[in-house]
Nanobody, 127 residues
Framework: QLQLVESGGGSVQPGGSLRLSCSAS????????IGWFRQAPGKEREGVSC????????NYADSVKGRFTISRDNAKNTVYLRMNSLKPEDTGVYYC????????????????????WGQGTQVTVSS
């Protein structure tokens, strides 16, 4: 059973940066596509970014393009989400998720495409 653990959340001021990490418990790790999702209070969980198993393909929600960067180190079983120029609307609980199933780019940020989820890490952007 694949287990995912997020870390790196915290409180920052607008314009600040954070780097989230998602660590996995299993080998091989490169068979899993990884997605980052977030959920703000009172809102549905939404897809933020995703990366293919070999790191060759990435996708971003329009709201974070140009500010967030996803990457992975398969030797460390870890996926990262670098978040720059943070805004108050980026506040929420951030979850990483994994799937070994194939999907299209259009499907890649859909919650339903992912089978394994972490417990989440809180990100708060406030002055």
């Amino acid at each position: 059973q694949l287990q995912l653990v997020e870390s790196g959340g915290g409180s920052v001021q607008p314009g600040g940066s954070l780097r989230l990490s998602c660590s996995a418990s299993t080998f091989p790790f490169d068979v899993y596509h990884i997605g980052w999702f977030r959920q703000a209070p009172g809102k549905e969980r939404e897809g933020v970014s995703c990366i293919s198993g070999n790191g060759g393909a990435t996708n971003y929600a329009d709201s974070v393009k140009g500010r967030f960067t996803i990457s992975r180190d398969n030797a460390k079983n870890t996926v990262y989400l670098r978040m720059n120029s943070l805004k108050p609307e980026d506040t929420g609980v951030y979850y990483c998720a994994a799937t070994s199933r194939e999907y299209s780019e259009a499907e890649s940020l859909r919650r339903s495409e992912y089978d394994y989820w972490g417990q989440g890490t809180q990100v708060t952007v406030s002055s």
